[in-house]
């Protein structure tokens, strides 16, 4: 049977669900719901697949599945967009997040129909509700979408299936099956538009930002996968596989990501991206201000390791020192908000470029830096990184910058959103930079009554929804551009929920709560 834990989780996910398809009712809904019911099911047969070592590949052992958590988040994303620029007449918008709810449905519908078809004896009943769900969900794709877009969700599926296959098999207990259907579900968009932007190029239209994103992901990904591969032919810690490395990743990026960036901005990446930065005087001033909160994260880690070598017993990082880079982060994020949007997501950009990198060089111990990124980088490990991957970093980066990279600009004309989905692109200051950072400082130093079958805390929580209140007002004093049109009690309907998954959930929490934080604004 599921723990309470788990049953929490999957009762607050389903609130969540109901709450989002009492304002948007439609034809949609009915497989959202479907699909959610269906993921509860199977979430039994993956948790006892992982318990008893029964999956195809190795997932990460500290966690449950999260497969209905993580089933839900793009199907709902793409619910929101679609209402969003329906009401704001963007129709070709409107058809996108038909498409990416469509995608989302059918990638977590495949990840369920695997879980059913590898459990043994065959489960009859959960066979019968997947395919049920199944049909609804087809039934309603045959009758919504075109054959192109037909075409579209497939060819992502089939993205989804083989990277699936290359990159469990090559990161064992990096992911739960949850985290591996975002993660992988979202690159596998990402590639999708990337190959099918780069064939239908159309000069003057698109944002290069847009593209830049697009470029940077599916490069840096491209690239690990392409050194993994050679570096299973030779040992990536010596002096001459190290100069291949640099050699290598030099050639790539000037050779096929540069060119490929030409190609869908029609100019110089470069000279387009040092204009962008510093074309006016503000972006100058926030980019001397994150260059200085930059190197004092940089002084925490070197400090912290002094502190280590210094004592006899071995030293770890503790959690409140873990979150030091949550305020780090804020004190980053926030200026970009209210200053220039679009500089933040450049930037952002740019650090999970950079972050993914380092990370190479880290696992595989590439020279001159490679052993000391290993050594810096082990004091602030958790139970999470439990595979050959150091990934925290990079989801808080992430869950930072979703929101931004998200934000469906063009169904704003006016740069916002109106009500709750002006606070959209704040979903991971206030979910992971307020909410988490809170909840776990306050819980860990004086929470006393526990929710039941977790370590998190009931006044932990409390304090984190207290705390994102003030962030909200706070919000609304600084940012002239932020109107909540008086609704009130559906922003702290949405922070009070998603405070609750906070407390229950034991997927990576930095990725899922920023995601479902926007969902309920934007809804």
Not at 391 to 415: D, E, Q
Request: aromatic content about 14%; glycine content about 6%; proline content about 4%.
């Amino acid at each position: 049977m599921l723990n309470k834990p788990v049953l929490a989780e999957s009762l607050i996910v389903f609130i969540i669900v109901l709450f989002v398809h009492a304002v948007v009712w439609d034809r949609y809904s009915w497989c959202a719901v479907a699909l959610a019911v269906q993921a509860f099911y199977v979430q039994f047969k993956w948790d006892r697949l992982l318990q008893l070592g029964g999956a195809v590949f190795q997932f990460r052992t500290a966690a449950n599945s999260g497969l209905l958590p993580a089933s839900m988040v793009i199907p709902l994303l793409g619910i929101v967009m679609k209402e969003r620029c329906k009401s704001a007449g963007i129709v070709y918008f409107e058809r996108f997040g038909i498409v990416v709810a469509s995608t989302g449905m059918l990638v977590a519908l495949f990840l369920s129909v695997i879980a059913v078809g590898i459990t043994k004896p065959v489960p009859t009943n959960t066979c019968i509700l997947t395919g049920v769900a199944g049909s609804i969900i087809i039934y309603t794709m045959k009758h919504s979408l075109t054959v192109s877009e037909v075409i579209e969700v497939l060819e992502v599926l089939l993205i989804f299936v083989y990277l699936s296959m290359i990159l469990l098999y090559l990161l064992p207990r990096c992911f739960t099956p949850g985290e591996a259907l975002l993660v992988l579900g979202g690159i596998s968009f990402v590639l999708n538009q990337l190959i099918k932007r780069s064939l239908n190029v159309i000069e003057g239209r698109g944002d290069p930002i847009d593209f830049f994103l697009l470029v940077a992901v599916v490069g840096i990904v491209l690239l690990g996968l392409f050194f993994t591969v050679l570096f299973i032919f030779m040992d990536s810690g010596t002096w001459i596989s190290s100069m291949f490395f640099h050699m290598m990743t030099a050639v790539l990026g000037l050779g096929v990501i540069m060119p490929w960036l030409y190609r869908l901005i029609q100019r110089n990446p470069l000279f387009w991206l040092l204009q962008f930065l510093f074309q006016t005087q503000t972006r100058v001033y926030l980019l001397v201000y994150w260059t200085f909160l930059a190197a004092s994260a940089c002084g925490v880690v070197f400090y912290q390791n002094a502190k280590r070598s210094s004592e006899s017993k071995k030293h770890q990082a503790s959690t409140i020192t873990r979150k030091y880079f949550h305020f780090i982060v804020v004190a980053t994020y926030v200026p970009g908000l209210i200053y220039d949007r679009q500089l933040l997501y450049v930037a952002a950009v740019l650090c999970l470029a950079v972050f993914i990198f380092l990370e190479y060089i880290r696992y595989f111990r590439i020279k001159p830096f490679g052993q000391t990124l290993r050594h810096l980088l082990s004091l602030f490990l958790d139970e999470r990184d439990s595979g050959p991957l150091i990934l925290t970093h990079i989801y808080l980066l992430l869950g930072m910058s979703l929101p931004v990279w998200l934000f469906p600009r063009s169904c704003a004309p006016k740069g916002t959103l109106s009500g709750a989905g002006a606070l959209v692109p704040y979903s991971g200051v206030l979910a992971v930079g307020v909410g988490d950072t809170i909840a776990s400082v306050f819980g860990s130093t004086m929470g006393e009554i526990k929710w039941p079958g977790t370590k998190k805390t009931f006044e932990g929580t409390m304090t984190a929804i207290f705390a994102q209140i003030i962030a909200v007002a706070l919000i609304l004093i600084f940012d002239s551009s932020v109107n909540l049109n008086s609704s009130y009690a559906w922003i702290l309907a949405s922070v009070s929920l998603v405070s609750l998954l906070e407390a229950y959930t034991t997927q990576i929490d930095n990725l899922l709560l920023p995601l479902y934080l926007q969902i309920m604004f934007m809804a």
